[in-house]
């Protein structure tokens, strides 16, 4: 008995099904969503200008270590002069933009300012690529006086980077950067921020939500239109029998994620600049 109900029950169209419709209507939009998204992004980064310095201070460390029963036996000189509480100081200086920094784009150069301390000397340590700096200006490349350094307008493209070595007195202390460059800025480096790809996940998570959101509100559309079709036509639609519009909906939708994406980055865009 149970064996002939089994034959004669007939086979499911699931093309016919409306849970299924609702599937493959919702996954084929977030897909079509998330892909236009993610380009939109791509197309964004690539597009966008970043003029950017990025400094970072390497190492502070004392260049020796005098123990307190003998430090007034033992005396550090530099150059024949006597100093006190000397320190070593790398700083590490890069292009982290995507495009060139000129002679042309400082306003001001860049200054290094070390509060409550006095330079002694400073030097290039190492520059990437290492003809960056010409050898006949290296001498007047950096100049210090008092408590900073400045150094020279020099064009900088980008992952270029140049390491200095500064010879400092007095107790460690804040660093502050001074510089103008025209449509850029001078960043510390931030060792809590972020990671690129951290930024990029969190932003392709912000398209995923507006992709469901962009499904739910699609799925709407496409049953009311549907339903009006059905009740013109007294015959119930199907994803076989309207590809037509299936095809017109998930492009409307591509469309209007798209856009949506952009405006939000556009948005971005705008407020960045207000904030400058």
Same mark, same amino acid.
């Not at 493959?24 to 992004?41: D, H, K, M, N, Q």
């Not at 070595?165 to 960043?187: F, H, M, Q």
């Not at 930024?199 to 509100?217: D, E, H, N, P, Q």
């Given at each position: 008995?149970?064996?002939?109900?089994?034959?004669? =029950?007939?086979?499911? !169209?699931?093309?016919? !099904?409306?849970?299924?419709?609702?599937?493959?209507?919702?996954?084929?939009?977030?897909? #079509?969503?998330?892909? +236009?998204?993610?380009?939109?992004?791509?197309?964004?980064?690539?597009?966008?200008?970043?003029?950017?310095?990025?400094?970072?201070?390497?190492?502070?460390?004392?260049?020796?270590?005098?123990?307190? =029963?003998?430090?007034?036996?033992?005396?550090?000189?530099?150059?024949?002069?006597?100093?006190?509480?000397?320190?070593?100081?790398?700083?590490?200086?890069?292009?982290?933009?995507?495009?060139?920094?000129?002679? !042309?784009?400082?306003?001001?150069?860049?200054?290094?300012?070390?509060?409550?301390? &006095?330079?002694?000397?400073?030097?290039?340590l190492e520059t990437v690529p290492t003809n960056l700096i010409d050898q006949k200006t290296i001498k007047?490349? %950096?100049?210090f006086n008092g408590e900073s350094v400045e150094i020279s307008k020099f064009l900088l493209n980008p992952?270029?980077?140049?390491?200095?070595? &500064?010879?400092?007195?007095?107790?460690?202390?804040?660093?502050?950067?001074?510089?103008?460059?025209? !449509? +850029?800025?001078?960043?510390?480096?931030?060792?809590?921020?972020? #990671?690129?790809?951290?930024?990029?996940?969190?932003?392709?998570? +912000?398209?995923?939500?507006?992709?469901?959101?962009?499904?739910?509100? +699609?799925?709407?559309?496409f049953l009311f239109i549907a339903q009006i079709i059905t009740t013109i036509t007294g015959s119930p639609?199907?994803?076989?029998?309207?590809?037509?519009?299936?095809?017109?909906?998930? %492009? =409307?939708?591509?469309?209007?994620? #798209? %856009?949506?994406?952009?405006?939000?980055?556009?948005?971005?865009?705008?407020?960045?600049?207000?904030?400058?």
């Amino acid at each position: 008995m149970l064996f002939n109900v089994l034959l004669d =029950t007939q086979p499911l !169209d699931i093309w016919h !099904d409306t849970v299924f419709q609702l599937i493959v209507v919702v996954i084929a939009t977030l897909f #079509s969503a998330f892909i +236009g998204g993610a380009i939109a992004i791509w197309v964004y980064r690539r597009q966008k200008s970043r003029k950017e310095i990025t400094y970072q201070v390497v190492s502070d460390a004392p260049i020796a270590s005098i123990n307190q =029963t003998v430090a007034d036996k033992v005396e550090i000189r530099f150059d024949g002069h006597p100093i006190k509480e000397a320190h070593i100081l790398v700083l590490k200086v890069w292009n982290s933009g995507n495009v060139a920094v000129k002679r !042309d784009d400082y306003e001001e150069p860049i200054t290094f300012i070390f509060h409550g301390r &006095t330079v002694i000397s400073c030097d290039i340590l190492e520059t990437v690529p290492t003809n960056l700096i010409d050898q006949k200006t290296i001498k007047t490349f %950096l100049t210090f006086n008092g408590e900073s350094v400045e150094i020279s307008k020099f064009l900088l493209n980008p992952q270029q980077s140049i390491s200095i070595t &500064t010879l400092l007195t007095g107790a460690k202390n804040t660093i502050s950067v001074r510089a103008r460059i025209i !449509d +850029g800025k001078v960043i510390e480096l931030n060792p809590d921020r972020p #990671s690129t790809f951290k930024r990029y996940l969190s932003k392709l998570t +912000g398209i995923a939500w507006l992709a469901v959101m962009g499904a739910f509100l +699609g799925f709407s559309v496409f049953l009311f239109i549907a339903q009006i079709i059905t009740t013109i036509t007294g015959s119930p639609v199907t994803i076989v029998g309207t590809v037509p519009i299936v095809l017109v909906g998930l %492009l =409307t939708l591509i469309v209007g994620e #798209s %856009l949506t994406v952009s405006a939000v980055l556009v948005g971005r865009i705008i407020r960045n600049r207000k904030n400058k």
